[in-house]
């Protein structure tokens, strides 16, 4: 036996190492909470069905399911990003789970990382599931895989800084009930399934300018009308993004 070979070695495992293991757990733990499936998975897969069998909101010309997919598609974004990760967040601030995390050797950035990377595992699942069942719809998309990537990269890191804003500033139980408030509310008014043309025309400015309106509609004039790059649209997300992340890191409150 050589000498030193029960010797402890402390010291912390290899960063990289860290955050794999903190991604895997905040996967598991996402993918485990009924909650957290009902709004990820159930909700959007319902709406989708619904709306694409049942005529209830005149989607212009063409089959609903064009129209609906992409809207869809947004909506398991925000549903995951934000809404999802806010009270998920909201709650292991106020059990005191973040204090000790932050108090581990994993640096706090990269526990936020870790955060991310599971909403984007979460996401792509999402996005697998929801297209196969539009694809069963009759769904034909069309248009640059590239697009449709950056918006929805830049989609999930403009409600991720959101959420982790709300879930780092409120209670626990006012991000519950301003999470889900903001979830109706953007679902109605955000272009999901309600095209924004009929809103009124001063309505249609300011809803034009939502993070969800801007993600909805950019993946649809991608995957519907086969647009090559909807930089308006890329740019109102990036706009959020930088606003939602840096709020976030500036303001968050660890207990």
Known sequence: MSAGTYT??????????MIAAQTSLETRMLLRNGEQLLLT??????????????????????????????????????????????????????????KRLAASPLPRWALMTSKTLAVLVTEVLQVALLTVIAFALGWSPQ??????????????AAFSGLGLLMAGTLKAEATLAAANLVFLLLLVGGGVIVPLDKFPDAVQSVLGLLPIAALSDGLRDVLQHGAAMP????????????????AAARFFRWE
């Open 8 to 17: 402890p070695r402390p010291g912390a495992a290899p960063l990289g190492r």
């Open 143 to 156: 248009g640059n895989p590239l697009a449709v990537l950056l918006l929805l990269v830049l989609g999930t």
């Open 231 to 246: 930089w308006g649209d890329l740019g109102i997300l990036a706009v959020w993004a930088v606003l939602g992340l840096g």
């Open 41 to 98: 998975v159930i909700i959007p897969t319902l709406l989708l069905v619904l709306f694409s069998a049942v005529d209830i909101v005149d989607t212009g010309a063409g089959e609903s399911v064009d129209f609906l997919a992409p809207g869809i598609l947004a909506l398991a974004v925000m549903s995951t990003a934000f809404t999802g990760q806010a009270i998920a967040t909201g709650f292991e601030r106020r059990y005191g789970v973040l």
